[in-house]
């Protein structure tokens, strides 16, 4: 029930007890008469008290939720199996309008073996959100690395795939995973972190050695020959940064002058604290609004235990890294602030590039969840709008100050 409406019936009830109460309040006070006191006095009250408890809630229902006050779609990344998880539920529904399965949408999930496909769980994650009235952003068709990708897809017999039976087991790949959610999925992340870190414009894999770019351009054609009513995102990592956004506009330009139906960018926004590239960010939006792409920002986070030295001088930095766990008896108020701060400068910028937005979405619904407490080593880490307990956060309140100024 909504806040307000609970408060109204709260009130009523209130008001008739303890007219009730006044009414037929006894003169003499014996024993039974001591009982009916207490219990009518209790009637007064306990819905008092039941309205106290509900407002003490998370702020989870009412108005003043994100997807409510947000110009664009809110999602979020969630757990595969939250049709087990009913305490998720209420802060769900109430802030999002869009869910990504976190892992079990993913090649390897549903399709381990050739032609050995595990949908049971996807199925479940689909039905459960429909049924809650949330969209499904599926993820991810093409997982472009070797180490994310199932094995069995780039050998053939001792020899590595060739182009065309790659492209045939993708093909059969989309064609049955696509298929089977046609008219479900709303939006899907067709293929996954294919530009290059370094210097080659395409990472290194299986797939761009067999096929070079043409992997990608022939994936969101299979997308979009099995479902044309979804929405196709090439999604991708730093994109934003000087040297993989130069790749990333010269993949949009290849694509569009194929006529390749690819819709959308993400961009993940994996931040850490203190590095949130405002600038690079700025840039490609509005680089993206001049060119007419839509962008999704995919995978939002503020890591508060900044990650990059753990990849610095070839991981030298490592075995000490991962004792590192500063905030593991919770986050100090200052790094929470900091953290506000730079959430909301980054839904200023989002505000401003609304028309070019097409979703927000934060990887993993609170803290607790957050893939960033095991990636790329063990920490309790403190990155999202929600606390462990599902409270809102300093930075809950600093996106909302934003959302609706
Ligand atoms: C990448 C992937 C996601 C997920 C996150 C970490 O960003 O796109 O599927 O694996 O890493 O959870």
């Known amino acids: 029930m909504d806040a307000p409406i609970m408060k109204g019936v709260c009130f009523v009830f209130a008001w008739s007890a303890a007219v009730l109460f006044r009414a037929e309040a006894p003169t ?12 009518r006095f209790g009637l007064t009250f306990l819905p008092l008290v039941l309205m106290h408890l509900h407002l003490a809630q998370p702020m989870s229902h009412g108005a003043d939720t994100l997807k409510e006050a947000s110009p664009f779609p809110m999602g979020v990344g969630i757990r595969d199996r939250v049709f087990e998880l009913p305490g998720d539920w209420p802060l769900l529904t109430a802030h999002y309008e869009y869910v990504t399965p976190e892992n079990d949408m993913k090649p390897v999930a549903v399709q381990p073996q050739p032609g050995q496909w595990r949908f049971e769980t996807a199925d479940r994650f689909v039905d459960f959100a429909l049924s809650k009235k949330l969209k499904v952003v599926g993820h991810c068709l093409v997982w472009a690395k070797d180490d994310r990708t199932p094995p069995w897809f780039a050998t053939d017999g001792d020899k590595p795939a060739s182009r065309e039976v790659l492209l045939a087991r993708m093909k059969t790949h989309i064609d049955t995973v696509v298929g089977r959610y046609r008219g479900k999925i709303a939006m899907w992340d067709v293929v996954n972190e294919a530009l290059d870190d370094g210097s080659a414009y395409l990472r290194d894999s299986s797939w761009s050695r067999a096929c070079g770019e043409e992997f990608i351009a022939k994936a969101f054609v299979y997308a979009h020959a099995a479902d044309p009513d979804a929405l196709l995102i090439y999604n991708d990592y730093n994109n934003e940064l000087d040297g993989k956004f ?17 819709h959308a960018i993400g961009l993940q926004g994996h931040y850490e604290l203190d590095m949130v590239p405002f600038e690079a960010l700025e840039r490609t939006l509005a680089a993206m609004q001049r060119m007419g792409m839509k962008v999704v920002v995919s995978e939002l986070d503020i890591d508060v235990i900044p990650r990059g030295r753990w990849w610095a001088n070839n991981g030298a930095e490592r075995a000490t890294l ?46 607790g969840q957050s893939w960033l407490n095991d990636f790329p080593w063990k920490r309790a880490n403190h990155p999202l709008l929600f606390d462990r307990e599902k409270k809102p ?13």
């Open 28 to 39: 003499r006070v014996g024993v039974h008469d001591s009982l009916t006191i207490f219990m």
């Open 246 to 262: 130069e790749k990333m506009v010269r993949l949009i330009e290849s694509l569009h002058a194929q006529q390749v139906p690819m």
């Open 322 to 367: 991962s004792k590192y766990d500063p905030y593991k008896d919770g986050c100090p108020p200052e790094i929470l602030q900091r953290q506000a701060e730079q959430y909301a400068r980054l839904f200023q910028l989002f505000r401003k590039y609304s028309d070019t937005i097409l979703r927000i979405s934060f990887w993993n619904l609170h803290d």
């Open 393 to 405: 956060k300093p930075a809950y309140h600093a996106v909302m100050r934003e959302l609706k100024p």
